[in-house]
Structures are given as C-alpha cells and as structure tokens.
C-alpha cells in the first residue's frame, strides 16, 4: 500500500494555478521530501489532501483510502503540522494539547508530556503569548501525540532554533523506524539530503523530478571549473556560467568528449570537474530556464 | 460533544456580559413602570400627538396605562433588538471566526466531519440563545413582583417565545451567510439585524409595503399584535421559520464543499 498516491491531481483557485497534473507516490515507510520554491504548490497538494481544499480534477489516495470518500478515517492516522500553526487565542498550552486529543478521541497525556519535556514547552503558556517557534512546538506535539501512521509536515522547521531542529528531526527518525510514513515539504535543501530517502521536486505547480535522493543527485551534471581561464568558453551545454576571480565555473551536461573538444584551445592554469551537491542539483529545478 | 463545549466555553465572556447587559436594562424598564403609571395620562396624551412615531412602535394599538402594554413595547425593544444584535454576532461569527484566526485548519485536520463542526456549533449558538433568554425571564419576572406587578402569564409567555424564535431565527440566518465568508463577518451580521428590526419599524407606517413583515422576524415579535390577538401572527411565524430552515439548509451545503484557505 502506498502512503500517498495522487493521480494527476489538479487545483485551480478560480483562474490562478495551485497545482497542475500532480502524480506523487509514497510508499509506506518512507522519508520523502517535498521540495520547491515558496507558491510552488507545495501547501496546495497538502492541503488537498488533507480535505481542506478539493481538487479540481485528478483523484488522490492516503493510506490506501480515497481524500474524497474517506476523509474522516484517512484524517484518525495523520499527524499534521501546518506552516504557521495558528491556535485559540486566550487557550493555555494544555488546553489546546487537550482539545487536539478529544477531537481524535484518544488519551494521549502520557505521550504528550514526553513530547513537551522534550521539545522543551511549557503547556502552562497561554498560546497567544508564544513566540513562533513555540507555537510550532504545539503544533509538532499535536501532530505527534496520537501516534498516527502517517506525518505530512508542512515546512517544520521553520521558526525552530538549530538545536531543536535536531531534536525534531530525531523524533520523526525514530517514529519513521518503528513504521510511520514521514512527508515533509522544505525550502531548506540540506534538510532534504540530510533526512530524506526519497523527495520530489515541485515547481510552477507541477512535479519536475520525483526519485531517490541519491538519483537525483546523480543527474549527469558535472561542475566544471577552470581556473585563471583567459575567456569564458564558448559551450553550448554549459549552463549556471559564473566568473569569478579569474576562475570560471558553470554546470555541464554534454558529452565528456565535446568538453575537452572545447576547452582544447582555451588556456587556463588547472581545471576540476565534480559532481555537483544536491543542494546545486536542486538550484538547477528551482531556477526558471531563461529561454 | 467536543466541538460544542468548547464552543460554550470560548464564548462564555460574551454571554456573561450580554446576558448581565439586556437583563440590567430589562430590570431597569420595569422598575421604572410604577413611577410612569402616575404620571400616565400626560404619557398617553402625547404619544396620541405623536402620530406615525407612536404608529412606528406599535404603540398606538395598545394600552399603555396597563403593565402587559408598557412592557411589550419599551422592555420588549430591548430584548428584541438586544437579543437580535446577540443572535447575529453569535451566528455570524461561529464559522467565520475560525477563518479569520486561521484557527479552521487545526479543527478540520482533525477527524471530524465537516457536518459534525456545523451541527456543534450550531447547537452551542442555540444554547447561548436559550441561556440569554432565560436570564431574560428571570430578571423580568423578578422586577415584576419587586413592584407588584402582575400580567397574563399566557400573553408574557407568548412575548417572550416570540422573541426567542425571532433571535433563532436571526442567528441561523447569518450562520447561513457565514459559511460563504473567509474574514470576519461581525459588520455584516449587526448590520443585518439592525436592517430588519427597521424593516419592521417601516412596516409598521405604511400599509403599502406590509409585506416586509413577512421578511423580518420583527414582524411577528409585535408586542401590540400579541397582546392585542392574545397570538403570534402566524402566516409572519411561518415566514420566519422558513428562513431558519433555509439559512441551516443553506449553511449544510455550502460548509461541506468550501475551500479552507
């Protein structure tokens, strides 16, 4: 069963694109993120799938069940974190803790106080006096507290210092090995290559690229740098060009032979061709093709 | 039920204070009766003078001089319009605050259905509605026997059931009208039932446009016409209760396919 499943899964807010022809596959047990620019329709997919918006067109499935016929029992095994968690104001932290575990009709104290001790939250704090990264501290102890099978996080980390970042992070590796599907979507690329096994790329409300992490490092792209170079060769594959102190620096694509066809009459002190990071990788989807 | 007692219990300040508010100024309208009833006939005099004002309240169809008729035309404004101002923000807001305080997408990530919410929540909005009023009654029936004052039970009955239906009536009627708002609806709400207790008001002057009783619930709150018919107006009733069942109806279909932004 897969955890996540869309099938050309389409929203449009009356003329303006949220997203267009969406296909996501999660499979259960997975760390998968979800990764592109702010408005790329990142939020929207979420949202669609969790019953707040309803497609256009297309179709979805979480847990194997159907967002439009079974919303109620797909929503009983996620957890879900918002990117700006928003509460009750005038609610104490407790309350709002409380009321999240009602609603799930589920006791979930123990795990609670285990989950604020960690992420270091004071429940006694009325919420409208909580600071951003204390308000997605309640957040993660709600879409955390009732154990559910599947998390969908929307951009988690952002408002948390470095040091709790890490604590969150460990908390969803630990939930992820006793069998629960994680779904995150991030701006924050080394988040993705650091925790995730699987993500896909999203941009203009449409999927560019989704496979493994390590795949999608491997794009066929070198880093070509020359140093102390004359000119800037004339490549024709060579994208992202960039001179600096001399050096010149630029992404190819193209065949190796081609390169040192190219590069034959040009003189230049030293030169290094690298694998890219995945973090360039990722700015490689992220920028706009100019043509 | 965890929807509608934490709906009771977000909105527990604003009953307090509305329920303490119309329930003084109830107690104050009838406390003040004896010293009126002495000085009655100058009363009576100037509102014949008064013409199409006194025509307005319906105060030229009853008998002022008598408890049951200075109440359900001066204490009776004050729990219909009061109550109706209470009805709407409390029908106006239910739904559309959570929106505004973005606080709808942590309720509806929950496994709850969207029916579910709007029943709740309705019901807790009703709930309210039924505690104002009984703190209404109460108060009035208290002040009534501070000054010895007694009316028939039947006609007061009657009084004060038509005012709570006509505040139902308001409340389910900008809930219906919520469902379609993103951002606070409070204007729009107060605006509404004060719009239809005028309606009434203007109903009252002129025979031709008789018909906007029909569209206001003020229309079959009419103290003059309950106490002179020792009824409520049906065909008005009726009218009113339709528009209950359409502003729910209309709340029901609408909720259950709107995008949460």
Known sequence: MKAIETNQLTKFYGKSRGITNVNLSVEEGDFFGFIGPNGAG????????????????????????????????????????????????????????????KLHQRDCKEEA?????????????????????????VGIVCALQHKPKLYILDEPTSGLDPLMQKEFYELLTERNQEGATVFLSSHVLSEISRYCK???????????????????????????????AERVPEIPDAKNITVENGSVSFLYSGSPKQLLTSLADLSFEDFTVTDPDLEEVFMHYYVKEEN | MSIFFHELKRGQKSLLVWSCAIAFMLGICVLIYPEMKTQMDGISTMFAEMGSFSEA????????????????????????????????????????????????????????????VLAEKLLAVFAQIVVLNMVSVLVTVLSA????????????????????????????????????????GLGIGLGIAVLLYFLNIISNLTENVKFLKYITPFGYTEGADIISNGAIEMPYLAAGIVFTAAGIAIAFIQYRKKDIS
């Open chain 1, 42 to 101: 990142k939020s929207t997919t979420i949202r669609t799938l969790l019953g707040l918006i309803f497609p256009t067109s297309g179709s979805a499935a979480v847990l194997g069940k159907s967002i439009s016929q079974n919303r109620i029992e797909i929503l009983s095994q996620v957890g879900y974190l918002p990117s700006e968690a928003m509460f009750y104001s005038g609610m104490r932290v407790r309350d709002i803790l409380s009321y999240s575990a």
């Open chain 1, 113 to 137: 106080g285990k989950l604020c001790e960690r992420l270091e939250l004071d429940i006694s704090r009325r919420v409208d006096e909580l600071s951003l990264g204390n308000r997605k501290k």
């Open chain 1, 198 to 228: 699987h993500a896909a790329v999203i941009r203009d409300g449409k999927i560019l690229a989704s496979d493994s992490v390590e795949k999608l490092g491997h794009t066929g792209v070198k880093r070509v740098t020359l140093q102390s």
């Open chain 2, 57 to 116: 309240f319906g105060m030229d169809r009853i008998n002022f001089g008598t408890f049951i008729g200075f109440f359900g035309v001066e204490c009776g404004n004050i729990l219909g319009l009061g109550g109706a101002l209470f009805a709407a923000t409390l029908g106006i807001s239910s739904l559309a605050k959570e929106e505004k305080e973005h606080t709808a997408e942590f309720l509806l990530t929950h496994p709850v259905s969207r029916e579910k």
């Open chain 2, 145 to 184: 026997l501070a000054i010895g004052e007694s009316a028939d039970v039947k006609t007061m009955s009657l009084l004060f059931l038509s005012y709570f239906i006509m505040q139902i009536e308001i409340s389910a009627v900008t809930f219906g009208i919520s469902a379609f708002l993103r951002g606070n």
